[in-house]
Structure formats: structure tokens, C-alpha cells
Antibody, heavy 116, light 107 residues
Framework: EVQLVESGGGLVKPGGSLRLSCAASGFTFSSYSMNWVRQAPGKGLEWVSSISSSSSYIYYADSVKGRFTISRDNAKNSLYLQMNSLRAEDTAVYYC?????????WGQGTLVTVSS | EIVLTQSPATLSLSPGERATLSCRASQSVSSYLAWYQQKPGQAPRLLIYDASNRATGIPARFSGSGSGTDFTLTISSLEPEDFAVYYCQQRSNWPGTFGQGTKLEIK
């Protein structure tokens, strides 16, 4: 059974940092591109960042470029998102999603709240 | 950036009825369009990829069509569990943008 389990969310003050993790199991993690997608409360889905299977290709949404860093450790079947200089508008549920072309697999999400 | 516009924003139907959801792209995405279903408190689930291919385990009542800029998700006969929010997503160009969603609610 495919499982993606996010962790690391929580309450952080504006300007602060958080590191999200996503633990994968049940599929060949090292063969898949991985992604972060977020959803602000009551809003739609927003793609945040993607990383190719070997970390050769990395992409960011303009809204997070320069502040967020995606990475992965294929030996640990894990995906990460380092989030710095957080803003109120970054408040959202963050999902990790696996897929080379579309998002086949999704975790249940972790809530990040940026508030003073 | 490619913008996806979904219509209607809300669709009110009864179980057993046919649902037709639309997604229009601001420029051609060829057939590189996917549909996802999201229920309250849950993660999205992939339904359709490459415009018309059902993902693994998706019932046959879900079908997708279209190419270029105009796409349709059809649910042939609504089951109670189908009432949810549906998103389209393109993968033709980075970033892989999503539409704003269509809420399918029980009439």
C-alpha cells in the first residue's frame, strides 16, 4: 500500500522557518518525481515545488522562490521542504504528492500556520 | 503561466443524475490535463490523466474528454460519494497549474 506521511507543520511567527518532511513507502520512491502542493484554508490547490527522481531538476512557484528549498533523500525514502522567511500567506495545508507527470499519490497533509 | 478556468463554480445535482464539469485553458495544453477529486478533510485523489485515461481503481462512471483548450469531466450517474470538489490540472508547461475547482453538491 502506498503511503506518504507528512510531518513538521505547526505554528510559526512571520519571518520564521519550518522544515517539512514526507516519508514514503509502498512504491519505488527513487523512481518518482516528488512535489509539494498547498491549500490555504477554504481555498483551492496551489503547486509549490517539484524535484525529479535524482534531484537533477528542481522547480518552484514564483510565490515561494528564494524562500523555500525542496530536497530528497532516496536512501531514506524521504522528501523535504525547508521554508524560510515565512509569511501569513504561506498558511496552508501542505501535501506531498508523488508522480512523474501527474500526482498519482498524495499524503494527508500537514498544517502550517504563520501568525504572530 | 497557463490559467485554467473551471465552470461552473458550484453544480447542484441529485444522485443518479449526470454531471458535466468544464475546464478551459488559457492556451493549448494538448492532452496534458488531469482531474482530481477532493472530499472534505481529505487529500485530493487522481481521477483522470492525459484528458481521458482513468486512474487505477476509478469507476467507469467517470470519464474525461477534450484536447487543446477545452476539457470535460463527466460523471454518468452520480453516486452519493461523488459529491466533492473537482480540480483540473495541466502538465503541459511548468508550473503545473490547477483550476480553481468546481464544487459538486447535493441538490
Amino acid at each position: 500500500e502506498v503511503q506518504l506521511v507528512e510531518s513538521g507543520g505547526g505554528l510559526v511567527k512571520p519571518g520564521g522557518s519550518l522544515r517539512l518532511s514526507c516519508a514514503a513507502s509502498g512504491f519505488t520512491f527513487s523512481s518518482y518525481s516528488m512535489n509539494w502542493v498547498r491549500q490555504a484554508p477554504g481555498k483551492g490547490l496551489e503547486w509549490v515545488s517539484s524535484i525529479s527522481s535524482s534531484s537533477s531538476y528542481i522547480y518552484y512557484a514564483d510565490s515561494v522562490k528564494g524562500r523555500f528549498t525542496i530536497s530528497r533523500d532516496n536512501a531514506k525514502n524521504s522528501l523535504y521542504l525547508q521554508m524560510n522567511s515565512l509569511r501569513a500567506e504561506d498558511t496552508a495545508v501542505y501535501y506531498c504528492a508523488g508522480g512523474n507527470t501527474v500526482f498519482d499519490y498524495w499524503g494527508q497533509g500537514t498544517l502550517v500556520t504563520v501568525s504572530s | 503561466e497557463i490559467v485554467l478556468t473551471q465552470s461552473p463554480a458550484t453544480l447542484s445535482l441529485s444522485p443518479g443524475e449526470r454531471a458535466t464539469l468544464s475546464c478551459r485553458a488559457s492556451q493549448s495544453v494538448s492532452s496534458y490535463l488531469a482531474w482530481y477529486q477532493q472530499k472534505p478533510g481529505q487529500a485530493p485523489r487522481l481521477l483522470i490523466y492525459d484528458a481521458s485515461n482513468r486512474a487505477t481503481g476509478i469507476p467507469a462512471r467517470f470519464s474525461g474528454s477534450g484536447s487543446g483548450t477545452d476539457f470535460t469531466l463527466t460523471i454518468s450517474s452520480l453516486e452519493p460519494e461523488d459529491f466533492a470538489v473537482y480540480y483540473c490540472q495541466q502538465r503541459s508547461n511548468w508550473p503545473g497549474t490547477f483550476g480553481q475547482g468546481t464544487k459538486l453538491e447535493i441538490k
